[in-house]
């Protein structure tokens, strides 16, 4: 019974935590389009686990980690240095 309710206790409280990591990639076609998207995988993982054609290149161009719950195909966390760069003011302010 001792080793049952350590087991639940322990299983339920890390089940609140989560966090995963984002990758922006740029994949380049033999014809020359390029396209970027964002992926949970890598690009070693990403080129691993779906087929490319020959000739393609898969670049890394970001990555970042989130911190919140993906269950329900949730959209990815945005970008925090985008973020704090969009918070930057355009110009800066005169000096006194």
């Known amino acids: 019974m001792k080793w049952l309710s350590f087991f639940l206790f322990f299983s339920y409280s890390f089940a609140g935590f989560s966090e995963y990591r984002v990758y922006q990639l740029q994949l380049t076609l033999p014809n020359g389009q390029t396209r970027n998207f ?51 003011p355009k110009k800066t302010p005169p000096s006194l």
């Open 38 to 88: 964002l992926s949970t995988l890598d690009h070693i993982q990403y080129a691993t686990y779906y087929p490319l054609p020959p000739q393609a290149s898969l670049k890394l161009l970001d990555s970042w980690m989130c911190w919140e719950r993906t269950n329900h195909l949730s959209d990815f966390c945005p970008n925090p240095q985008k973020s704090k760069a969009q918070l930057k």
